[in-house]
Structures are given as C-alpha cells and as structure tokens.
C-alpha cells in the first residue's frame, strides 16, 4: 500500500513539473521587430528608379508601407522600390510593434553634361535686382523657377565659329543676307580666318541671327534672359557679381582694362562653373528685350515674346523672320568704370541685326531631354 502511493505521488509530481514547464512556455513573450537601418539613409537624395532597403533585427510581422507602390520582405530586410515621383517622398512602415517614418528627396536622374558645357541645377532664385544702381527694367525682384539645364562653360570662340562658317557657307562673312546683319559682322575677320592669335577669344561682331544660327548647327540654342541670370548668379542670391559685391581687374575683362577681349577662361570660373559671365563679351539672348516684362513675367521658365520655354520653337523655327530687340547679358570689356554693366542682373536689348561692336558674343544652352 506504501509502495502505491509513492508511485502515486511520483506521477503527480511529474503530472505538476510537466504543468508547469507548460506554463513557463506560455508566459514567454514573442520578441518583437525593431528598426536598425534605412539604406540610403533616411534624409537622403534618391533617383526615381533608385530601390530603398530597410532593416529590421528580426523579421517584422504585420508589416505594412505606405506612401510607395512596391515593396518586398525577404527576412529581416524590406525593399522599397520605385519609380518614385520627383519631389519630397514621405514613407512610413508600421508592424507589430513599431512604426518608422522615413522621407527623401527624389530627383531626376540626369546624364553627364555634354563636353565643354556643365549642369544648372534645377530650382528657384530670385531675378533682378534693388541696388541703389539697378535701372528700371531690372525691377521688380521676383522669384523665377528654372528647370536644369546645359550651358557652355565659355563663351563660344572664334575658332568654335570658324568650324561653323566652314560647315555652313551661306554664313561666310562675303556671303551672309544683308538682312542678317547691319555692316559689321566678322568685321575683324579676313575671309574665313580670325585675327591671329585669338583663335580661344570670344568671337565678336555676330548678330542675334548667326548666333541663332550657330546654335542650332552645334544641337543647342540660345539661352533665356532667365536661364542666363540663374547660371551668372552660380548658386548664390542678391550679390551684384557673380563672385560678390566687389570688382577689380583681377575679377573680369571691364572697363577698358585691357583694352581688347583676353582668351575665354583667363578669369576665374563662377560657383556653377562657368567663365566669363561679367565682361568680356556681352551675351545674345533668345528673349525679345521687353522692359516691363518683369512685371508679368511667369514664374516657371519664362521666356519674353512668347511667355515660357515651352514656347520657345515659335522662335527658333522662325528666327530669320523676328525683327524685335534682343536681350543681351552680362557686360563686355567696353563697359566704362561704374560696372554697371557687368552686374548679374544688368539688362540690355539690341536689334538682332547689330554687328558692329567688338564687344557683342554669345554661348549655348542644351535641353536635358526626359
């Protein structure tokens, strides 16, 4: 009788370890997911088409993503991917346990700039300017918004438009319409060739016409009044130079220092890159020169005569039969002593026929095509 209740109690001993070993296991909590990591990090600049990786330190349960299309989970890791809309991306994760909000900026994904030019990044400034020596048509300031672009590095030289008058006769200096120019064009030219030894100046005595011309040949053309401003400016806001709010001779070709134009490059490149924006040589536009156009200019890529870029092939497939003035940008060598002509926001307008002055280039621009 003893020996059965010991082995009575023994089984209900192990009936009760067993119990409760059950218990233990019951009363131990699943662990929950949390977030290590966002790669690229959270913050950062993203490409549309570019895929977003998040970690976890265990396998999220109950996961769910919003302000994204496409994702994945493989273990600890969540893909995110695109293509994602151009502007700010707002993202949130929630799981069981958690949530993790992430944002980016989505920008466009833009190829190298062509040789010889450099990228202006898309995005808004402000045009014009207030200083106690701004003229009139230079007010009022007002916020523009450009979208990215090409532009030359330099102003386009003699030699660069040798190669186009050899490719395109009917531009020859002795074969050019007298209704594309007034007199003057190549003036310093003979023949075909430019003056000795200036093969890298600026090429001069063009009118809006031939640089209207030369640009089309090259796959490129003019840029707007507004395009020309934001890339002089090279990132930076309200300065009277490129550089800042101070000029001497060690900054640009004004004011009759030197007395003739000096080599592209000679002086040292903006915040974008780019030569030669003060002085020099002035600047055609693809503009008509409007002075009042300032005050019912659009905000996006505006460009005067026919209101924005989106318009602007009602210029460039007719330009021979345009009669209206130009706008010109950015000063020459000429420009006497008080500078005024060299600062960023200086507007000029000249007839598109005007060729005679040693003081009157241009350069190029090129569409970032989608």
Same mark, same amino acid.
Request: glycine letters at 10%; hydrophobic letters at 35%; a negative charge.
């Given at each position: ?36 990591? =966002? ?28 302000? =994204? ?106 074969? *050019?319409?007298? =209704? ?101 040589? =002035? ?31 009602? *210029? ?51 569409? *970032?095509?989608?």
């Amino acid at each position: 009788m003893k020996a059965y209740i010991n082995r009575f109690t023994l089984i209900c001993l192990g009936i009760a370890i067993i119990f409760l070993s059950g218990m233990d296991g019951c009363n131990t909590e699943e662990e929950l997911a949390t977030f290590v990591q =966002a790669t690229p990090g959270n913050g950062s600049t993203i490409k549309p088409e570019e895929s977003i990786i998040v970690t976890f330190n265990t396998p999220p349960t109950g996961l769910v993503v919003t302000g =994204a299309q496409k994702f994945s989970l493989s273990g600890t890791s969540v893909t995110i991917t695109g293509p994602f809309t151009l502007g700010t991306l707002n993202i949130t994760l929630r799981w069981a346990g958690g949530a993790q909000a992430l944002t980016y900026t989505v920008e466009p994904d833009i190829p190298p700039p062509p040789e010889g030019m450099v990228l202006i990044p898309e995005g808004e400034f402000e045009m014009g300017s207030d200083d106690p020596e701004a003229r009139v048509n230079e007010q009022p300031i007002h916020t523009v918004h450009i979208d990215a672009f090409y532009m030359d590095t330099h102003e386009v030289t003699n030699l660069d438009f040798k190669r186009f008058v050899l490719a395109n006769p009917q531009w020859e200096k002795s074969r *050019i319409p007298n =209704a594309l120019h007034n007199g003057g064009y190549l003036q310093n030219w003979s023949g075909n060739n430019y003056p000795t030894g200036k093969a890298n100046h600026p090429v001069a005595f063009v009118s809006w016409y031939a640089a209207m011309a030369y640009a089309e040949w090259a796959g490129k053309r003019l840029p707007t009044e507004a395009e020309w401003e934001k890339a002089a400016r090279g990132g930076k806001s309200g300065l009277k130079y490129p550089w800042g709010n101070t000029i001497s001779s060690r900054h640009a070709n004004y004011g009759r220092n030197v007395g003739d134009t000096t080599e592209v490059g000679n002086y040292a490149a903006n915040g974008y890159g780019l030569f030669d924006m003060s002085g020099n040589v =002035a600047e055609w536009c693809l503009d008509a020169y409007n002075g009042d156009f300032y005050f019912s200019s659009p905000r996006n890529n505006p460009l005067s005569d026919v209101n924005t870029l989106s318009n602007a092939d009602l *210029i460039i497939n007719d330009y021979t039969n345009i009669a209206s003035l130009r706008v010109m940008r950015g000063g020459a060598w000429t420009d006497d002593g008080a500078m005024q002509g060299v600062r960023c926001a200086m507007r000029f307008g000249g007839g598109p026929t005007w060729t005679k002055g040693n003081f009157i280039g241009f350069r190029c621009v090129k569409d *970032i095509l989608p």
